[in-house]
């Protein structure tokens, strides 16, 4: 997530920890490349202006120059400073006092709406919620049906009224059937645009003013940068309550994220850190710049871990260790667990000190290596997975071949795989905490 910002930064902390004594002018030299790297970001000169002012008063002070962790004491006024610029603290979505809440998604074409819809369906879904969705453009070919399929994928229900091609008139019937279905969630997917335009704008007024939508979400994609900001202002007359952003998992410039909050007072809501459907994260101005500055999001991976593993299946899988009876079947399940989180990359990103592996370990590369070991163990038999000591060399051929790796993959694989059992056979019982997959890639 915003990897070459990050790097610039660590960059910045670099040079002033490197200094045997911190002074006004590495203090100035700091502030000066801390400028240079958010505007390289493409964050608005307003804000970069207004921070780096802020960080400055701060970092100036006695109580900093004379520390004992010069260095230290600026990281930390830089990392506050980021987290009041997006925000301070989780700004959750608002829900109304009768069923269904109702959330408009808003944006022009491209940004990323009707995914960001099945997203946060399926979001909501795994939280008891029963969710509806309605497509409210009548103008793109194949909208309708877009949002239909997505709504298959991600536990929602569907409902378009045939014939109707007035937006407002299928906003208000969206909401009846919300009321009659005893739905708790009501999305209703908005008509976009290639650019703003008044007609657009006019068109979701008349909707808000018919049903009063709990939120007004605005989805931007994260890539944009300024553009972002400049459409953010431009959708302020409509009453936007809050933000999603997307596509925040690639190497994105960050100017979206860290202007758009103080440029148009809308709190980010929402972002989305993959393609995938359940790529969707609360957005926590704490964890967030945690990230970006290399300390990892240890609270964040502990929940994706809580929604991923099957409890029952992880009770199961510890009388097995304590046995020392885990085999490559329980192999397979663990990696199935592990890929339900998310990318592998995207994982890594949330522990302290291993976000940088990211670059040295883009995801096209992790998930072909966790294929790579996948098909192994699949070309083994059942026998053999259950008991991998009978696997000679005529097996280790079959294997390979089965695979489409080399005899010496199939080796490594099973020099690891018995590493890991002696390690947890040293380890004390009751304490086990889960296994390194990091040594199969």
């Known amino acids: 997530m915003l990897e070459s910002f990050s790097e610039k930064l660590s960059g910045v902390f670099r040079k002033l920890s490197g200094q045997g004594r911190i002074s006004e002018k590495n ?53 506050d400073n980021l987290i009041s610029l997006l925000g301070g603290e989780l700004a959750g ?86 009321i009659d279905g005893d739905y708790d969630i009501l999305l209703l997917d908005s008509a976009g645009r290639l650019h703003v335009d008044q007609k657009m704008m006019d068109e979701i007024k008349a909707i808000i003013s018919a049903v009063n939508p709990t939120e007004v979400l605005l989805v931007l994609d994260g890539m944009t940068g300024q553009d972002a900001v400049n459409i953010a202002t431009s959708f302020d007359p409509v009453g936007v309550t809050g933000i999603i952003l997307t596509k925040m998992d690639g190497d994105t410039r960050g100017g979206a994220a860290l202007s758009v909050k103080q440029t148009t007072g809308k709190p980010i809501k929402l972002i989305g850190t993959g393609e995938k459907f359940d790529m969707l994260e609360p957005f926590h101005p704490d964890r967030f710049v945690s990230r970006i500055l290399g300390m990892g999001d240890m609270m964040s991976l502990i929940e994706r871990v809580e929604e991923s593993v099957n409890v029952e299946e992880a009770k199961k899988l510890e009388q097995k260790l304590r046995k020392e009876q885990f085999d490559f079947e329980d192999f397979l399940a663990q990696i199935r667990q592990v890929k339900k989180m998310g990318s592998i990359t995207n994982v890594l990103s ?82 086990f905490q889960g296994m390194n997959l990091g040594r199969f890639m």
Request: proline content about 5%; hydrophobic content about 40%.
């Open 93 to 178: 979505l608002q829900t109304s006092s009768s069923k269904p809440s109702v959330y408009l998604m808003c944006g022009l074409q491209g940004s990323g709406k009707t995914t960001t819809c099945g997203k946060l369906g399926l979001t909501l879904s795994k939280k008891d919620k029963k969710v509806l969705a309605t497509p409210l453009d009548i103008y793109r070919p194949a909208a309708i049906e877009q949002l239909k399929v997505v709504a298959g994928k991600t536990e929602m229900d569907f409902y378009f009224p045939d014939g109707d091609n007035d937006p407002v008139s299928i906003a208000r019937k969206a909401v009846r059937r919300g």
């Open 27 to 79: 203090v100035q030299d700091a502030l000066r490349e801390l400028r240079f790297t958010l505007l390289d970001a493409d964050v608005n000169f307003e804000v970069v202006k207004k921070f780096i002012a802020d960080v400055k008063q701060a970092a100036m002070g006695e109580e900093v120059l004379k520390s004992l962790t010069p260095h230290q004491q600026f990281f930390k006024i830089v990392r």
């Open 350 to 431: 949330m522990i302290p000190g291993l976000g940088a592996l990211k670059k040295q370990l883009p995801d096209e590369l992790a998930d072909k290596q966790m294929g790579r070991v996948e098909a192994i163990v699949y070309s083994m038999t059942p026998e053999e997975r259950r008991n991998p000591s009978i696997i000679n060399a005529s097996r280790k051929r079959r294997i390979a071949k089965g695979s489409g790796v080399t005899v010496q993959e199939v080796n490594h694989l099973l020099k690891q795989f018995d590493w890991m059992k002696k390690m947890i056979g040293q380890m004390q019982k009751g304490k």
